[in-house]
């Protein structure tokens, strides 16, 4: 398990793939809901940092961003 802004990043073995996802400090479950598949456990990793990259300050926060 990995920090990377704000959030956590976990991954673990699936069968023949990984699979990796971010929950926020102290949560016990994906942010919503969001599972990301990877060949490996560095692509999978690779793909749930990126994805927490994208969210805004606002959706790290849990409040809807504003128009």
Known sequence: MSSDGGFEVHSEARGPHWVA???RPGASGPYQS?????ASQD???SRARAWAAARTPADQAGRAASS
């Open 43 to 45: 692509e999978a990793e």
């Open 34 to 38: 969001v599972l990301l598949v990877g």
């Open 21 to 23: 996802w971010v929950t």
